[in-house]
């Protein structure tokens, strides 16, 4: 079967750091296109960070700098690296396949306060 | 950066139809999802490249698009699918989603 499962969330103190994992299964990461997504209370989607079969990264600029996606192949896992955090990262975090058949997660939550 | 805009909420009699639209300029060149999402789960996507339905998704659910509106239908619409639904692109470099849309069936 085909999912993916995150892990990692937990509260943080502003100025702090976080490293979700997200465990793939059914498929390989370095094959394919994935995303971290993430919803604050109250708020819509927003995509995140973007990459690719071939390593390359994408950033949504309000992360920019601050957040780095990377993925374990030995694992089969994908990570997002958070440092720096605000209040305004916290939120649900989603892993995703991306592609025709693409997979979610149940996503991680992140709070970031004092 | 592109804006996907989609209502807020639609409220739908238990089977009837009901249809959410998402529209931006960026639909007019690039396909778009359909995204489910219920408390507590996993968000699955209904549609994908504007109209097709991934296996296992009821046939009731159905999309479509006419330049740079996509429109998701539910025909006779259940209450198991009272959820938020949000549309989603892509370009190269970034995602794009519209603010969703909550899915009520009386």
């Known amino acids: 079967e085909v999912q993916v499962v995150e892990s990692g969330g937990g509260l943080v103190h502003p100025g702090g750091s976080l490293r979700l994992s997200c465990a793939a299964s059914g498929f390989n990461v370095t094959r394919n296109f994935l995303s971290w997504v993430r919803q604050s209370p109250g708020k819509g989607l927003e995509w995140v960070s973007l990459?690719?079969?071939?390593?390359?990264?994408y950033y949504a600029d309000s992360v920019k700098g601050r957040f780095t996606i990377s993925r374990s192949v030995s694992n089969n896992m994908l990570f997002l690296q958070m440092d720096s955090l605000r209040a305004e990262d916290t939120a649900l975090y989603y892993c995703?396949?991306?592609?025709?058949?693409?997979?979610w997660g149940k996503g991680t939550t992140v709070t970031v306060s004092s | 950066s592109y804006e996907l805009t989609q209502p807020s909420s639609v409220s739908v009699s238990q089977g009837q139809t009901a249809r959410i639209t998402c529209s931006g300029d960026l639909l007019a060149k690039k396909f778009a999802r359909w995204l489910q999402r219920k408390p507590g789960q996993a968000p699955i996507v209904v549609i994908y490249k504007d109209d097709e339905r991934p296996s296992g998704i009821p046939e009731r659910f159905s999309g479509s698009s006419s330049g740079s509106t996509v429109t998701l239908t539910i025909r006779g619409a259940q209450l198991e699918d009272e959820a938020d639904y949000f549309c989603y692109s892509a370009t190269d470099t970034n995602r794009f989603f519209g603010g969703g849309t909550k899915l009520t069936v009386l």
């Open positions: 990459i690719y079969p071939d390593g390359t990264t």
């Open positions: 995703e396949r991306e592609g025709d058949f693409a997979v």
